[in-house]
């Protein structure tokens, strides 16, 4: 019998979660049934949207549930195979969370080939953050040839692919995150501009001086000012692919928008929001592109890791904090 | 030498105009010279959209000119032609405003075929106000078989012709307009809801009621409260065509957007603004189906008139304060 920590949702936070949301638990694992496996996770990831789905409320998808352990992204290796499909060694990748280990019906998991990668990227680079920053740039805004963007959140995990993928494609890109390390973090990217938003007064002005024409698309992960300001200097037609509002998980009355909504009559704008489970059928696309940028070099990826399962709050909180430059990630 | 009265913008409002912000002035028209023709109008146009207009702002159209005649749509007949392109007593449709009468190039005034309707419709419900319902319901918002439609200033010029195309074309329709006059006009445009949002304190729950469902498409004339609760209604993948914020226009402080911008990421929402100048193209179209629509009766068309050009300003304030149903215009 094999012990396994999980981290489960003990209370729903109001605002800003607390260490006392979480409660650290031990589970057996038995052995696998029939056409089970288990597993032991190397890697878990946290990420923003995370946070909304400890409310209890009716969204895109279920919210956790109080007392069971927090759902999300992770990759492990199989330690026992009940199921041909799998074997003993097999890295595997899954959803099913904040756990060190688990038994699951072994088309529940899905075996790793990382193509020469660290099986960690699958988490960021290569995994849903690096295909939601390409489905949302490509796809929703519809990049376009000599299109200027403008990406907020950029020193994040989909941030900082959504800043290489547009360079890669040879965009000017304007890029917005916190702190003096994370603009060194996205000069390094390569951006034409980067803002640090908690050094200026004036986010609007930061951005017309970066992009005296205007912006064509922006990529919206963190809502409130830097929305405001993406439309203050939008050009006409310019389109938004509103991916994500981490200035907006933890409040607790519901904030205002923008203040211009108008000018997305006047300036004709089209703001879109997505959600990445609908757009799959691109990951094909995704993989092949990827692999060939990681090949030639041209992708660069940060992490900022947390270790041990019990640190998976502290992770997921800095995520507000903005303590992660790149992807936030739990080494178990 | 004839006489012509136009209103000139003598000074620039701040919040809701006032008389004051207008002047009447006479001018003199010679005869006019060649290719030029002289026009008396018979109707003028007051619009919304003249609103911003009257501000010093860059937008997608130039603002009015202190102490020139206000630019609008008008219809008229030509008292003297020195074109051959012209005679005296065609009919034709300018864009020169404000005025009883004026001398203009030819090539400035269009020669309006009315097929039978009259000539005040090409202001309306055949003129820009229902090609920019047109325009928006069926290629901005790209309204698709069982569509529900919420429209917002549904009793306006706009609106009525969203309920009435969204209709014709078999949708299930929810109109909102301020008093139970207006209500009674959108009743008789066959809505399936019409809700009187001055008579109610919860315009979000008023649609929710009348489309538990949710809706597909909303036609934005108004933007603030109406748009927060097409938001909070939306179903997943609704689309917005954003074509006017009629609450905004006399606002002195910039108002606050919806609370509920996030919705735009959980329920893959796309808001898309739009100005009709850009949908020429789609005059054909509209002229086509608007000729059939009339030949078989299906178009009901309601004006509120004011009499008089130094009504003019007192039409359009009349806009700000709801006491149109239909189209607003000015006999002359």
């Keep these: 019998m094999t012990k396994s920590r999980e981290i489960r949702l003990k209370s729903r936070p109001t605002g800003m979660p607390v260490a006392d949301n979480f409660e650290l638990a031990t589970v057996e694992l038995p052995p696998p049934t029939a056409g089970h496996v288990q597993v032991r996770n190397h890697w878990m990831t ?86 939601t920053a390409y489905v949302g740039l490509l796809h929703i805004a519809g990049l376009k040839d000599g299109d200027v963007v403008f990406v907020s959140g950029a020193a994040g995990a989909v941030g900082s692919m959504v800043c290489q993928i547009a360079k890669l494609k040879g965009h000017k890109v304007i890029a917005s995150a916190g702190g003096a390390a994370k603009v060194a973090f996205l000069k390094e990217l390569g951006v034409d501009a980067a803002i640090d938003y908690k ?94 940028w990681y090949a030639a070099g041209k992708i660069k990826s940060r992490e900022t890791v947390f270790r041990g399962i019990e640190q998976a709050p502290n992770a997921f909180l800095g995520l507000f904090k903005g303590e992660n430059t790149g992807k936030m990630l739990v080494k178990l």
Tied chains: 1, 2.
Aim: charged share 20%; glycine share 12%; net charge negative.
């Design 46 to 131: 946290v990420d923003p949207y995370m946070r909304p789905r400890m409310n209890d409320e009716k969204s895109y998808i279920p919210p956790f549930a109080l007392g069971a352990a927090m759902g999300g992204g992770a990759i492990g290796e199989v330690t026992i195979s009940n199921d041909p499909a799998l074997k003993a060694g097999d890295l595997v990748q899954s959803f099913l969370g904040w756990r060190e280990g688990f038994n699951a019906p072994a088309n529940q998991v899905q075996k790793l080939e990382t193509h020469g990668l660290p099986p960690e990227a699958f988490l960021g680079a290569a995994g849903m953050p690096g295909l």
């Design 199 to 292: 050094a200026t007064s004036d986010l609007s002005g930061a951005l017309a001086k970066a992009a005296p024409d205007g912006i064509d698309v922006y990529f919206d992960n963190v809502g409130g000012d830097h929305l405001e300001a993406a439309i203050a200097n939008a050009k006409t037609f310019a389109r938004f692919a509103i991916c994500g509002m981490i200035g907006q998980y933890n409040v607790t009355e519901r904030p205002s928008g923008p203040r211009n909504m108008f000018m997305i009559v006047t300036k004709s704008l089209r703001l879109q929001g997505f959600i990445l489970s609908n757009y799959m059928n691109l990951r094909a696309d995704f993989d092949r592109d990827l692999a060939a």
